[in-house]
């Protein structure tokens, strides 16, 4: 039972070392931050504008959404949408197999 425990601590700390890396990315290389910022925004207008169309209230709630999550909180949206994408394309389960087969050694 305690291997399990361990799995999972294993696994929790993997999760927090993958959400590290984007704001540290960011941090230490300009241009990085500069295209992770540029991607957040084309990524938020892109969403809005498929729910809501091409509007005045598409530009007025991208824009706030942008303000928000682009300009005051992008290092956490940086780690939340690399998180996104990654279990868009089930990276975390190669994550948890790997992590998982080391810890039977």
Known sequence: MNERG???LFIFIAFVILALIPPIIMYFFP???IIMRIILALIIIMMIRGYLGN???TLLVSG???YF???K???FTASVYV???LSGIAFFSVII???GSNMKK
Do not use: E
């Open 6 to 8: 361990n799995l999972l």
């Open 31 to 33: 241009a990085a931050n």
């Open 55 to 57: 509007s005045v209230l």
């Open 64 to 66: 706030i959404l942008i």
């Open 69 to 71: 999550l682009v300009i």
């Open 73 to 75: 909180w992008a290092y």
């Open 83 to 85: 998180f996104y994408f």
């Open 97 to 99: 197999w790997g992590v």
